[in-house]
């Protein structure tokens, strides 16, 4: 029987780990396919909630996360842990995912080692190499190493031919996360979070609220509270949800301005799942995460992006997100347009999503299977997808 590819999944973040599972799961499904998953967790407790939540046991597990840790110190950790592993796995092929400091250490060491490497959600660009700090840079150097670019859009496909990469080496697949997403939100959902699950969704306005960006600490989050805070005082009918990453540099600017006041409630990190299923009951999202501006459009709810750059310009032609930057003023101005101009908010909520239809993962599977032969990939057997 003819030898299957070994392809090995790295990842170490709560988002990566949500787009990769659609990937992990079709991969492990495929006859032709030895898949396996290595975690460095960058993040260690809301990775750890992803994979329960997708059934995904790892491989491999390097767990690097310290307290306090550095850019620096997550690189080396994880490029010294993964290359152990690829000298004990022997992967055919290795697959990362997006822009973080994970994804650079493990492409660069599978380069060291000369294994070829796929990337997922290929090609998004700022054209700032500060902004978002240190995405921008690590999905540039990730991309510079990569042998398979599998990008979510056309725009995206567009930014890698611009910069040299062949156009067979190019697969259009859309987001991985709507694939996740779809899978996640239901009706019949029950909340874990008690506050959640207690929440009248129907009769108030829920804006849920998600930022902690490194290029946002300091004043530029100081000055997202103050707004936030200045909405919920001018809506009376508005409940504020806030899932506070645990970064102190995020968690004490929003404690220290939004603690208290009524009508803010401030969450830990949510599960993926009570997550997901929030965003579905809300209103509308705030938020200067990237990811979110893929899904929230998926289940029509309007994006108010704490941004100044932002990496999917798709979202902005298609009308699915409204740029505020950090401005005070600017903030206050979107939400209340959206809270008070029915017309401006239908055309947002209705708005086609760029981002995919569920279906990325198994385009990724294909395409994978497809390069088997310019890779030097093992030969399996006919397949169907």
């Known amino acids: ?43 260690r407790e809301m990775l750890d909630q992803v994979l329960d939540h997708f059934g995904i046991q790892p491989d491999y597990d390097l767990n690097i996360m310290q307290a306090g840790q550095t850019l620096e110190g997550v690189t080396a950790r994880a490029l010294e842990g993964v290359v152990r592993v690829y000298d004990e796995a022997r ?14 250490a493990a492409a660069l060491g599978a380069f060291y080692r000369r294994v070829p490497v796929g990337h997922v959600e290929a090609g998004l660009r700022t054209r700032n190499k500060y902004s978002p700090f240190p995405e921008e840079i690590n999905r540039h150097l990730t991309g510079v190493l990569a042998d398979l670019h599998f990008a979510p859009t056309d725009v995206a496909r567009e930014n890698l031919l611009a910069e040299g990469v062949p156009a067979e080496a190019i697969h259009v697949t859309g987001n991985t996360a709507i694939d996740a997403l779809l899978g996640t939100v239901r009706d019949d959902y029950r909340f874990t979070h008690p506050l959640l699950a207690a929440m009248d969704f129907n009769g108030r306005r829920v804006l849920a609220v998600e930022a902690h960006r490194r290029e946002n600490w300091g004043r530029p989050m100081e000055d997202i509270c103050l707004a936030l805070r200045d909405v919920v005082r001018r809506h009376p009918d508005v409940d504020l949800i806030y899932s506070v990453h645990r970064n102190p540099q995020v968690a004490g600017v929003v ?41 929230a459009p998926s289940l029509g709810k309007p994006v108010v992006l704490l941004r100044d750059t932002t990496e999917r310009p798709e979202a902005l032609a298609a009308g699915t997100v409204l740029q505020a930057g950090t401005d005070r003023e600017r903030i206050v101005h979107a939400v209340t347009t959206l809270l008070t101009d029915p017309a401006a908010y239908s055309r947002m909520a209705r708005a086609v999503n760029p981002y995919g239809d569920g279906r990325a993962a198994r385009r990724i599977l294909r395409a994978i299977l497809s390069k088997r032969d310019t890779l030097g990939l093992a030969q399996p057997e006919k397949f169907q997808v």
């Open 255 to 295: 404690e220290r301005i939004l603690c208290g006041e009524p009508r803010v409630h401030l969450l830990p990190p949510l599960s993926y799942p009570d997550w997901a299923n929030l965003m579905a009951r809300s209103y509308l999202i705030i938020t200067d995460s990237g990811g979110l501006q893929e899904e």
């Open 1 to 43: 029987m003819p030898e299957r590819i070994r392809v090995m999944s790295v990842f170490g973040t709560r988002p990566e780990a949500i787009k990769m599972a659609p990937v992990v799961q079709a991969l492990a499904a495929h006859p032709a396919v030895d898949s396996l998953v290595l975690v460095t967790a960058q993040h």
């Open 91 to 104: 992967p055919d092929l290795v697959l990362v995912h997006g822009d973080t400091t994970t994804t650079f």
